[in-house]
C-alpha cells in the first residue's frame, strides 16, 4: 500500500514537469555520447544497431534479468543493482513511474530508459513457449532499405564488378522476451548481385536463433553470433567502449551473448554459444565458432599479410581476397556473483588456416599477431555495493605476457559520481579477438590513468568530464620512439521546459614524428560544440555549432553550422537539415550526427568548404506499416571532383536518395 502511495505521489508531483519536459529520444542521447573515434569504430556502429532494436522490442521491467539491463550503456551498475532489488522487493513493477522511486535514478535516466523498457500484464509463468504458441503469438518485422546514388564512380564505369546501388533486407522473428531469430542479407554498391561468385544473390547473409532465460539455459546462440566476457580485455566483439561511454556505464562489465543482427560483415562468430545456471550465482559459458574471412595474402600465396575486415568485394582483386582463410575459436567462462562479489575465469583458443605473417620490417608493426595459433586466458573480478563500484580483469596469452585493467567508481555525494580506471597493455601482449577501454585502439602497446566523473550541480544540469593520460612504450604509426598523449574533456547540457543546451570541449594531444623523423613533437587538437535544442511537441528544432582546430607545425581551422528540423502531424514525420562546413584541410575536419533511416549510423565527416543538406519523411500507416524516404546532398564549394581511385566521383556534388519499407505481422 505504501509503495502505491508514493508512486500516485509521484505521479502527482510529476504531471508540471512532465507537461512541459518531453522524452529526448536516444538517438539523440547517442550522438552526444559520440567522438570522432567513436564515429570511426565498429563497435559504435553495432551498439547503435543494438539500441535500435531494444528500441523496437521493449524489454518487460517485471521479466528481463541483470543480463539484459546490462545491454544499456547509459545505466551504471549501481542503477541496475538498485532496479534488481526495488523489483524483489517489490515483487512486481505495476507502473514505470515506480522508476521515480530508486534513489540512484535522476529523471534523465528514467526518460531514457522509458525507452527500452515497458510494463506488460502479468503472466503465470515464464516458460518457454510450444511451437505452436511461438507461430501464433510471435512477431513478424521485414525492413528492406535501397539506396539510389545520383552520381557515377569512376568504378561505377569500369572496375566495379557490380551496379552502383545499395540494398539490404532484415527479417526479424520474436516471441515474449525468450525467441528472437533473424536473417540479415546485406549488398555494397559495386559488388555483383546473382552474378560471378554470388550467385546466389546478396554478397552477405547473417542468419541466427538466439533464446533468452529458458529455464537454467540463460543464452543460447545458434548461427552468427557475438561476445562480451568480463571487460573485454581478451574476448569483446560486439561492443563499443568509448571513453564518455565508459564514464556512462561507470567501468561496469559483465557477460553477454548477442545474436549478429548487424550488417557487419566481420567481427562476428558463427557457430554456437551457451550460458547456462549451474547453481544460485554461478553461470557457465561455452563457445566454439568457425569461420572463414577475408586477407590479403603475402608474395608466396600461402602466409596472411593483413586480416580485412571492410567487407567490400566490388572487384576482382577484392574477390580474390574474400573468404581465403579460415579461423577457428573455442573457448568458454565460469563466472559467479553473490551479494555484490563477481568474479569470472575465460579461456579461449584460436586457429587459422594460414599463418599470420605480417611485414615487420617497419617497426611499429614489430609486435603485431603472427603465428597460427593463439591463446588467452583471464580472471575478471568485481563488487559493487551502495556507493562503491569496483571492477577488472587481468589476463594473458601465447606470448606470455600479463595485461590488466581496473576501474573503481564512487558516488561521492548524491549528485557527483567519480571514476577512475587503470590500464597496462604491454605490447607483447596478443588478444585476436580483445577490445576494451584503449586510447591508441588496440589491446596492446598502452599503459595509462583515466579519471571521470558525473555532476549534476543542480536541477536539469549534468556535467561530465574526463582526463586520460598514456603511455606507449614501444613506437607507434607516426611515433618512431616511445610516446605519450593526453587527453581532456568537458561537456555540459541543461535542459528546461522545452529548452535544452549543450556545451562541450575537447583538448587531446599526441606525440608524433615531426617532418624530418628526427623528433617526437605534439599534434594539438580542440574540439568544441555548441547546441541549442527546442521542442514544441509537434515540431522540434536543433542549431548546433562544431569548432576543430589541430596544430601540428600548422595551424589548421574548421568550423559546421548545423540546423535540424522535425515536424510531426500524425503518422508523418518531416525531418530537415541543412549545414555549412569550412575548414582549412582534412585535419581540421568535422563529423555531425545525421539521423536516417532505421538500424543504419551515420556520422559523416565534413572537410573543406562546403554544404549539407537532407530531407526526410516518414509514414507510419497504422502499427504495422512503416515507409520512409531520406534525400540528402553535399555539395562542394572548393573542389571540382570528390574522393580517389575508383571511388572518385566528377563534379562538386554528390545525391543519395534512400527509401526504406517496415512491414510488422
Known sequence: MLRQLLALSILLCSVVPLSSQTLKSWEEYFSQMGQREDAESEGWEQTYEELS?????KLDLNRCSREDLQRLPFLSAQQIMDLMEYRDRARRIESVVELRLIPSMEWRDVEMLLQFVEVRPEVRRDTLPSLRQLLRYGRHELVGTLKL????????????LGYKYKHWLRYTFTSTQHVKAGLVASQDAGEPFFAGRNSLGYDFYSAYLLLRDVGRIRALALGRYRLRL?????MNNSFGLGKLNTLAMLGRSGNHIYAHSSRLEANYLQGAA?????????????????????????????????????????TESEMARRRNTSQLLTGGNLNFFSRGFHVGVTALYTSFSRELRPDVSTLYRRWYASGSRFWNASIDYGYISGRLNVAGETATGTRGSVATIN?????????????????????????VFGESFADGGAVNNESGVYLGGNWAPMRGMAVVFYTDVAYFAWPRYQASAASHSW???????????????????????RELDNDAKTALIYRNEHRARLALGYDGGSWTTRTQADMSL???????????????ATYRYGPLRLQATLGFFHTDDYSSRVYVYEPGPLYQFSFPSFYGEGLRWALSVRADVGSRTMMMAK???????????????????????????????????
Open 230 to 234: 568480463g571487460m573485454g580485455l581478451i
Open 631 to 665: 534525400l540528402g546532398s553535399t555539395r562542394y564549394f572548393d573542389r571540382d571532383s570528390m574522393g580517389s581511385g575508383l571511388q572518385q566521383v566528377m563534379g562538386r556534388s554528390m545525391t543519395d536518395l534512400e527509401v526504406q519499407l517496415r512491414l510488422k505481422l
Open 53 to 57: 532494436e531494444m528500441a523496437d522490442h
Open 274 to 314: 551457451s550460458t547456462v545456471t549451474l547453481a544460485r550465482g554461478l553461470d557457465a559459458t561455452a563457445f566454439v565458432s568457425w569461420r572463414q574471412i577475408d586477407a590479403t595474402l603475402n608474395a608466396d600465396s600461402t602466409t596472411v599479410a593483413t586480416l580485412l575486415r571492410s567487407g567490400y568485394h566490388r
Open 487 to 509: 587527453d581532456h574533456f568537458v561537456q555540459m547540457t541543461y535542459e528546461r521546459g522545452a529548452w535544452d543546451f549543450l556545451a562541450r570541449y575537447r583538448m587531446k594531444c
Open 407 to 431: 576501474s573503481v567508481s564512487y558516488q561521492l555525494l548524491s549528485n557527483l559520481s567519480l571514476m577512475a580506471l587503470q590500464r597496462y597493455y604491454p605490447y607483447q601482449f596478443c588478444a
Open 149 to 160: 546514388p545520383f552520381y557515377t564512380r569512376r568504378g561505377d564505369e569500369n572496375g566495379y
Open 550 to 564: 589541430c596544430a601540428f607545425g600548422q595551424h589548421s581551422f574548421g568550423y559546421m553550422m548545423t540546423e535540424n
